[in-house]
């Protein structure tokens, strides 16, 4: 199957050090893959210029096969690639449906119109609806978002990133800043999410990586150390003594 | 928390309520009730509008300006130069007025807009200032610092002469605020106003829910300049004269003031906050008539310590605990 995204040697350095060293990565549709590696190894950096926030010093990116290293993050979004943020990066003093709303109505194409009302574009919020519904947020969802707990917050960021119904998702440390004994509740949904899109997941949690992914890559000094499943990456000598050993040994 | 009263979105409920007409039935109770008032009271109504304007970016969009008087004196000066020596047609001048306002709202806004923050409001001062200058040194055209004046506006139709008493100057002053009100309402509840609030919480989650954040705001931008154009040239039509001062960087400031008086990105702060400072200012300076800034300096002082959001903030806070009392 050909892959939904993909980079060929992609580079990027800020004067003389490298945070991404020709990157080779692909994602074919559907995948559960995870993006690994020590602080510093520039995953962050691969997020953004995978999103369009930072350009490549060299190398190219494809979407859907299509090369999209030129293009801006909004022509990235219509073509299908989402994200959520590794802090909560949210619309604090609206409702928790209108947070998941205005991702929506970009997606219909409805955010220019100035004379209609907002809320009769009755399908824009029943599809709200039906996300927060299917993450377990319908009950919260006239409330305002400062008013909810951190945790109940970062399952926003996910509900957004469903509402632009995208093919790629890129999931940065969607459990981060939330305690690890309420992190499955973060795997229950990543575990719903629908089969059909590829995502492609950054965590510092290795419970939550090793559960989720069927893919690992792991990242160090911005280069691709190895890349395999889960028993393969975790049984890996040199990723033990790079990753796994600083932490558990 | 409050929840703003204006808060526009997909669950909000865009029909008028009750008391969203009082402003009017005040409006309409002063122009029978103190005429001698009436020329004070165009000021007042021709300020709402210009800080209505001045809502719809900085309370909705987020665009923090400290210039908004460039397109309100751009207005100005555009109408009465135009009655001067092309027309002195009210009605054509107010839509030139719009038009060249906008047009510079959005000249300048694909500049600045590509800044935020202290930048952008740096960038506002520079425009403003900029502004200044040029009236000042074209007197040819613009009288300098003498003003411009001497022209005398034809009646509105032909048929509602401009009076000494300014009451036709009220009414007319009182119908296009309405009609600029009515659109200032009507963006903030569209799903466009949704979503320049959706800039102003959050730019970064904007940009990556694909939504073409800098085009909104050079819209919003130059939709907000023509209405502050609009205000400037209900000014020059109703005083017949264009001072300098429309473009100080003063006059922006006062404005600033008047919308934090009366309570930022919630549409009505801009009808209270100027009806308090220019009553307050108008009161003051007859009393005081050295010190009457010090009473709007006060104001505005117990204002930002105590209540961030205005005027119509404090009677939220109040409404909500009289409500929970009854309770």
Partial sequence: MSPVLETRELCKS??????????????????????????????????NMLMGGLAPSSGSILLGGVDVTDHSQRQRVKRGLGRTFQINTLFHNLTVVDNVSLAIAERHGVGWDMFRAANRYRSVLSESMEVLELLGLADDAML??????????????????LGMRPKVLLLDEPAAGIPSIESHQILDVLDSLPSEIAILIIEHDMDLVFRFARRITVLVQGAVLMEGGPDEVSSDERVRHVYLGERHG | MISPAHAAGYVSDPRMRPIEWLPWVIAVICYFAAPSYLPL????????????????????????????????????????????????????GLVVAAFAAGLLGWLTGMVILRTRALTLLMLTLAITSICFEVANKA?????????LGGFAIKPILGLFKFDLFNKTAYIYCLVFLFLGWWLVRRLIYSPFGASLTGVRENVVRMYAVGAPVYQ???????????????????????????????????????????LILGGVGRIYGAFVGPVVYLVAQDSLAKQFPEYWYFGIGLMLVLVVMFARGGILGILDVLLSRFRRGKR
């Fill in chain 2, 216 to 258: 909104r705001l050079v819209i919003v931008y130059t939709i907000s300049a023509a209405l502050a154009g609009i205000a400037g040239a209900l000014l020059t039509h109703s005083t017949q004269f264009v001072g300098l001062k429309v473009l100080s960087f003063e006059f922006s400031g006062d404005l600033l003031v008047m």
């Fill in chain 2, 139 to 147: 007197t040819k055209w613009t009288g300098g610092a003498d003003g």
């Fill in chain 2, 41 to 92: 009271g165009s000021f007042i109504l021709i300020m709402i509008l210009f800080a209505l304007s001045l809502d719809l970016i900085l309370g909705y969009a987020g665009i923090i300006t400290l210039g908004h008087a460039a397109y309100f004196g751009f207005g100005a000066y555009v109408s009465g130069i135009l009655a001067a020596r092309v027309t002195a047609d009210p009605l054509i």
């Fill in chain 1, 144 to 161: 305002n978002l400062s008013a909810m707990p951190y945790g109940k917050q970062r399952l926003v960021e996910i509900a957004i990133a």
């Fill in chain 1, 14 to 47: 800020f004067g003389a050090l490298m945070v991404a060293d020709k990157i080779n990565f692909t994602l074919s549709a559907g995948a559960r893959h995870a993006l690994i590696g020590p602080n510093g190894a520039g995953k962050t950096t691969f997020v």
